[in-house]
C-alpha cells in the first residue's frame, strides 16, 4: 500500500472512530430525555401512537446503548396489547439492524439468502424476556 493510501485510510479508520464516539456520547447526552419520555408512555401521560412512534424511530437509532435499548423494550412492551402491529414492525426493525453471522444463510436459486427461523411472535417474546413495566 503507498504512503497515501495508507494515510487516506487511517485518516477514514479515525473519522469511523469519531463517529461512533459522537453516538455513544449522543446516547448518554439523549437518556434523560427519553427515560423521561418513556415513564409518560408507562404511566400513560403520553398515548398518541404518533408521538410515541416517533419517538421509538429516534431510539432506534441509539439502540446500541444498553440503557437505550431497555427503554425502548419497555415502550414497545407497554403498548403491545393496543398497537401489536406497530411492535412488530420495530421489533422486526432491530431484528434487521442487528443481524449477525448466527442467522442462517441458505441457497436459493443460486442466491443467497439471510433467514431467521423465528416467528414474529417468537422475535417478540424474546424481545420483551428480559423486560418488567410493572
Known amino acids: 500500500m503507498e504512503d ?11 473519522l469511523i472512530l469519531q ?20 415513564e409518560k408512555v408507562l404511566s400513560e401521560t403520553v ?12 431510539m432506534m437509532d441509539l439502540d446500541f446503548d444498553d ?3 431497555l427503554l425502548y423494550k419497555k415502550i414497545l412492551k407497554k403498548i403491545y396489547p393496543r398497537a401489536p402491529e406497530i ?6 426493525q432491530y431484528y434487521e439492524m442487528n443481524r449477525t453471522e448466527d442467522d442462517v444463510d441458505f441457497e436459493l436459486e443460486g442466491s443467497t439468502v439471510n433467514f431467521i427461523h423465528k416467528s414474529i411472535q417468537e422475535k417478540i417474546d424474546e424481545f420483551f424476556a428480559d423486560v418488567d413495566i410493572d
Not at 497515501?4 to 479515525?14: F, G, I, N, Y
Not at 463517529?19 to 418513556?38: C, H, R, W
Not at 411492535?87 to 422486526?92: D, I, L, R, S
Open 47 to 58: 398515548t398518541d401512537l404518533k408521538v410515541i412512534e416517533r419517538e421509538l424511530e429516534n
Open 67 to 69: 440503557d437505550i435499548l
Open 87 to 92: 411492535v412488530e414492525f420495530f421489533v422486526e
Open 4 to 14: 497515501k493510501e495508507r494515510e487516506e485510510a487511517l485518516r477514514l479508520h479515525e
Open 19 to 38: 463517529g461512533i464516539q459522537n453516538m455513544k456520547d449522543s446516547a448518554v447526552k439523549l437518556f434523560p430525555y427519553f427515560e423521561a419520555f418513556t
